[in-house]
Each structure stands twice: as structure tokens, then as C-alpha cells.
């Protein structure tokens, strides 16, 4: 079926590779610069040499920071099996300290073959690891622990991060505390006491240059030549591919995409779709593929309902509350709203004017589409006339409404 195919298995093969964070960060493995290469000779040297550390991963959403701290110890794992344990947590599941601990204790459990129990104490917990550690150490055993969304954990009295720094500091303990954000300033935001025990090692993830850019998309998209694929289909796709990467069309569309946002995983979508639009009866990759691609990513769901589902009455409403804006109006409730639409009436003597019962309708419809909101949560039995309200969408996003609006009269 491959040979018969041969599109239908390369979408396959792209499908799979760009779902698999593993194959996607291998390129940037073998440079000794790399936060790779970095990361992994840090927690490598600790395991090596019996000593303990602690590092922070730094950077956006999106940009990679898991992926490449788990190939890190998938590698390292496959490198000494017998001598690392990893104990995962997560600041959005586990940012209460007792619960924190109950999980490590049963990660611990789980991973050496212990009965663990529920009902056993927080300051229980705290002993049994410190223990493990300890034991762990003497077995030359290293214990990784990585806290995702780690400044999550910063919160409160920091009583994990305190036992677990705290605990290292002993000559025949051996772990390595990996602490994953997105907040540049995660160390400033550590108690004094847990400061003083952390090791103040960070590494910085930023989004990719061009460079790099380039060959991550080769990586990617390049279909390998020596595969179940025919030879001849692989060469002339990657020509194309070739082509296309060279183009200055397709150079304007990823300055575009990263305009919005930079970071691998956006890319990543965007790819995901590009490979989408691949038309099977060519079996190649085009440049309109990839401007497909562009325009789903770039969806913008506000305009979209400015466009399809508003009335003309709510178009007047949203116009009114922008005229308010800019007259510098800080606060203005329904009945402001109301002022503004009459005026624009008697100054433009336009042949669409409601009644006010009309209008609070689709000032409501407007509110449950979200284009529109309350300023705040107070004043909830205060009727809706009275309560103010805001904007939601953008001047540029209400012109481009207006202009492409069906209901929006041409005059």
C-alpha cells in the first residue's frame, strides 16, 4: 500500500513526526551550546559524581522547556539505568505542600516497590523522603525531581522547596531539583531560606533563530530517502520542499506567524495544518499549503461574529461605545450607549433607529457573545442599564467588521 500510495504514507510519516517532541528537539542536540547538551551534562556530572544541584528552566510557553528535559532523561536513563529515579510534579496539581509530599511519597513508593499509604501524616511524608534520600544516596542512586510550573510552588510557605533544598544539603544525600516556568524573575520569588540552598543555576529558553528556524523545518519536513517510501517520490518532494524554504513568498509567511507568536509549539501547529492541506494527487507539499495553513492559525473569532452574526442594531451599539472611547468617556453604562446612538441619529438622520426595549436586547446579545462586558463582577442585582461596561474587540478589528459586515449598510 506504501508503494501504491506513497502520498498517504509520507502524510502519515509528517503526521507522526510533528506529534513527537522527541524527534522534533534531536536536531538541536548536537551542538555542545545547546540547552540540551547544557542540561544534560549538568544532571549527567551529578549523577557521575555524587553531588547535588538544582537549576531553573526559563522561557515562554510553548518553547520547548519539557521537551527537551525529557529527552534529556530519556537519554540519561538509557545511560545508567540503575542509578536514576525521577519523581514529577506539577505547581497546578500539587502546589499545596501537603499534597505535594503525599505524591512524592507515592512516587517514591511506586518506583522502589514499597506499600504506600493515605493515611499517613504530611510531617510522615517529609521523613520518609528525607530518608529516601539519604538511602538513595548510599545506593548511588540519584533522584531527579522536576517541578513543573514551578513558581506555583513559591506560594504559601515554600515548606516543600525548604525540606527538599534543605534535605540536600546532607554529604549522603543525592538529587537534583529541576524547576520549570515561565516567570523570568522564578529564583527572586524563593524565601531567603530556600534561596540560600538553591543552587542558582538557570538556563534560558528562547524562541529559535533563523538558522535554526531553517533547519528545524528540513528536519521536519524532509522525507527520508533510504525508507519504505520510493526513492524517486522522496528526492523530487524534497526538491520541492527545498524550493519552498527558499521562497521569499513563504520567508513573508513565518514573519508573519512569528509576529504573533515565535515559540516552537505555534510553529509546530502551524506545520500540523500546512501537512493538512497537502493535496494526495499530487503527493507534494505547495506554497498555498502553507497560506492555508497561515489563515487557519490566524483565525480571529471576534471579527469572524462582526462579520457573520451581528445585526446592524448591534454594530450602531458597538460604534457608539468606541465613539465613547474615544471621547475619552472612562465609564459608561447602557444608558451613556443610548445618548450616543441618539445623537448620531439626530446628526446623521439615519433610517435605522429602534426602540429602547430593542436596543437592551441586543446590547444583552452582545454581552453573551462577548464582544462586549461588565468593567466588573460588582453590582450584580444592579440592572443591566446601569452596570458599566466595556469593549472587547479593537478599533481596527470594528473597521474591518463594519467594512466586511453583511448587515453594515454601504453608506
Do not use: W
Not at 200 to 205: E, G, M, P, S, Y
Not at 223 to 243: C, G, R, W
Amino acid at each position: 500500500m506504501g508503494r501504491e500510495n506513497p502520498a498517504e504514507e509520507a502524510l502519515i510519516l509528517l503526521r507522526s513526526r510533528l506529534c513527537n517532541p522527541n524527534y522534533i528537539f534531536t536536531p538541536f542536540s548536537d551542538s555542545p551550546d545547546s540547552n540540551y547538551s547544557k542540561l544534560k551534562f549538568i544532571i549527567s556530572s551529578s549523577v557521575t559524581e555524587a553531588c547535588n544541584n538544582s537549576i531553573l528552566l526559563l522561557g515562554p510557553r510553548g518553547c520547548g522547556k519539557i521537551a527537551v528535559l525529557e529527552l534529556v532523561l530519556r537519554d540519561l536513563l538509557v545511560e545508567h539505568p540503575d542509578m536514576i529515579s525521577v519523581i514529577r510534579l506539577n505547581g497546578l496539581l500539587h502546589s499545596d505542600d501537603n499534597c505535594a509530599l503525599k505524591e512524592i511519597a507515592r512516587q517514591l513508593c511506586v518506583e522502589h516497590q514499597l506499600l504506600f499509604s493515605k493515611m499517613v501524616s504530611s510531617d510522615d511524608n517529609s521523613q520518609f523522603m528525607i530518608a529516601m534520600l539519604q538511602e538513595c544516596g548510599l545506593a548511588h542512586k540519584t533522584i531527579i525531581f522536576v517541578l513543573d510550573e514551578f513558581d506555583l510552588f513559591t506560594q504559601g510557605k515554600q515548606r516543600l522547596l525548604y525540606s527538599l533544598l534543605d534535605a540536600m544539603q546532607s554529604v549522603t544525600s543525592q538529587a537534583v531539583v529541576i524547576g520549570v516556568s515561565c516567570r523570568l524573575d522564578a529564583d527572586q520569588i524563593l524565601e531567603k531560606r530556600v534561596r540560600s540552598r538553591f543552587s542558582h543555576r538557570k538556563l534560558l529558553f528562547l524562541p529559535p533563530s533563523k538558522e535554526d528556524l531553517q533547519r528545524l523545518l528540513e528536519h521536519i519536513l524532509s522525507l527520508p530517502t533510504d525508507s519504505s517510501l520510493p526513492h524517486d517520490y522522496a528526492v523530487e518532494f524534497n526538491a520541492k520542499l527545498h524550493n519552498i524554504l527558499g521562497d521569499e513568498r513563504f520567508k513573508e509567511i513565518l514573519n508573519t506567524l512569528s509576529s504573533s507568536d515565535s515559540t516552537v509549539n505555534h510553529l509546530l501547529r502551524f506545520l500540523f495544518r500546512a501537512v493538512c492541506h497537502m493535496n494526495l494527487e499530487s503527493g507534494f507539499l505547495s506554497l498555498e499549503n502553507f497560506k492555508s495553513a497561515l489563515s487557519s492559525v490566524q483565525r480571529q473569532p471576534k471579527l469572524e461574529c462582526l462579520q457573520a452574526d451581528c445585526s446592524i442594531l448591534e454594530l450602531y451599539i458597538l460604534v457608539c461605545m468606541k465613539r465613547l472611547e474615544v471621547k475619552e468617556e472612562n465609564s459608561y453604562n447602557f444608558n451613556s450607549v443610548m445618548k450616543e446612538y441618539k445623537a448620531i441619529h439626530d446628526s446623521f438622520r439615519t433610517p435605522d433607529y429602534y426602540a429602547r426595549n430593542v436596543c437592551l436586547r441586543a446590547f444583552e446579545h452582545l454581552l453573551q457573545r462577548e464582544l462586549i462586558c461588565f468593567t466588573d463582577n460588582r453590582g450584580h442585582n444592579q440592572s443591566v442599564e446601569y452596570r458599566p461596561v466595556k469593549l472587547l474587540i479593537s478599533s481596527q478589528e470594528l473597521y474591518q467588521g463594519l467594512k466586511s459586515s453583511r448587515s453594515c449598510p454601504v453608506s
